[in-house]
């Protein structure tokens, strides 16, 4: 099965789970547990180091809301790209976050993108 057939539902109900623990992970700066559910693909492009300097450095990945508002999907390929209206506690305003969803090489369903702005 291609993951752009599954439903809304289907796919609100392994990506929110997912959103969570990445806003989660990227608030306590967890990198293990922030990467723990991304494909091989996107391991191998998320080095430690870097990723480390950007939770250092950047305050939009601390300080995550809880709760983001869903504002749709995008099926392209194989892949979706579920939106979020995301917002920070130490910051004003709102962001758009993207979480880009495939399945891997076992057929388990991954993160295959993750961003913020």
Do not use: C
Not at 22 to 44: H, P, Q
Not at 76 to 85: A, C, I, N, Q, Y
Not at 95 to 101: A, E, I, T
């Amino acid at each position: 099965m291609n993951i752009i057939e599954k439903t809304d539902e289907e796919l609100l109900a392994i990506a929110n789970p997912f959103w969570n623990d990445l806003v989660k992970y990227s608030n306590n700066k967890n990198y293990g547990a922030f990467t723990r559910n991304f494909s091989e693909e996107m391991l191998r492009g998320a080095n430690e180091i870097e990723m480390g300097k950007q939770f250092a450095r950047s305050k939009l990945t601390k300080g995550l809301e809880k709760d983001p508002e869903y504002l749709g999907m995008i099926r392209r390929g194989e892949h979706v790209s579920v939106l979020f209206k995301q917002t920070n506690k130490n910051m004003d305003g709102e962001y758009l976050g993207r979480l880009v969803l495939g399945y891997d090489e076992e057929g388990e369903v991954k993160i295959f993108g993750a961003t913020i702005f």
